[in-house]
Each structure stands twice: as structure tokens, then as C-alpha cells.
């Protein structure tokens, strides 16, 4: 049984870091993309990052570039996602999710985690 659990959201000043984690179990985590969503109130889900299966080619959105690093440990089951100058409008629930954006399982929403929320607000 495929699980994602994210953690490592919460409240932070505009500015401000957070790193988030996600815990991969049931599936063989080093063969697949893996990808960062977030999801805004009212609005639909954006991809932010995703991370090829052994980590070498990385993905990101224009609008975090710069300030986000995707990174994973195959080791480990784990993906992270280092956020880094965070602005009110990166306020949303983050998504841990099996697969590359263009691949069925993400557009399917077939494996995401249940979210962890990040507020950005001062």
C-alpha cells in the first residue's frame, strides 16, 4: 500500500525558512519522479518541484525559483523540500506526490500525501 506523509509545515514571518518532508512506504521509492504540489484556498493545485528517480535532473516553478530546493534520499525513502524567503503567497497545503506532472499517477492524483500546511504571514 503506497503511503506519502508529508510534515514540516506551520507558521512562519514572510522571509523565513521552512524545510518540508516526505516519508515514502509501499512502493520502490528510488524508481520514481517525485513532485512537490501546493494548493492554495480557492485555487487549483500547482506543481512547484519535482526530482527525477536517482535525483540527478530537478524540476522547478518560476515562481519559486531561487528561493526553493527539491532534494530526496533514496536511502531514506525521503523527499524534501527546502523553502527558503518565504512570501504570503506561497501560504498553501503542500502535497507530496508519486510520479513527474506530466505522468497518469499525478494527474490522476492517484498517490499524494494528505498535505501538510504552510502559512506565511507576519
Known amino acids: 500500500q503506497v503511503q506519502l506523509v508529508e510534515s514540516g509545515g506551520g507558521l512562519v514571518q514572510p522571509g523565513g525558512s521552512l524545510r518540508l518532508s516526505c516519508a515514502a512506504s509501499?512502493?520502490?521509492?528510488?524508481?520514481?519522479?517525485m513532485t512537490w504540489v501546493r494548493q492554495a484556498p480557492g485555487k487549483g493545485p500547482e506543481w512547484v518541484s519535482f526530482?527525477?528517480?536517482?535525483?540527478?535532473?530537478?524540476g522547478i516553478a518560476d515562481s519559486v525559483k531561487g528561493r526553493f530546493t527539491i532534494s530526496r534520499d533514496n536511502a531514506k525513502n525521503a523527499l524534501y523540500l527546502q523553502m527558503n524567503r518565504l512570501k504570503p503567497e506561497d501560504t498553501a497545503l503542500y502535497y507530496c506526490?508519486?510520479?513527474?506532472?506530466?505522468?497518469?499517477?499525478?494527474?490522476?492524483?492517484?498517490?499524494w500525501g494528505r498535505g501538510t500546511q504552510v502559512t506565511v504571514s507576519s
Open positions: 509501499g512502493f520502490t521509492f528510488s524508481s520514481y519522479f
Open positions: 526530482i527525477s528517480a536517482g535525483g540527478s535532473s530537478t
Open positions: 506526490a508519486r510520479g513527474a506532472p506530466w505522468s497518469s499517477d499525478y494527474k490522476d492524483r492517484a498517490y
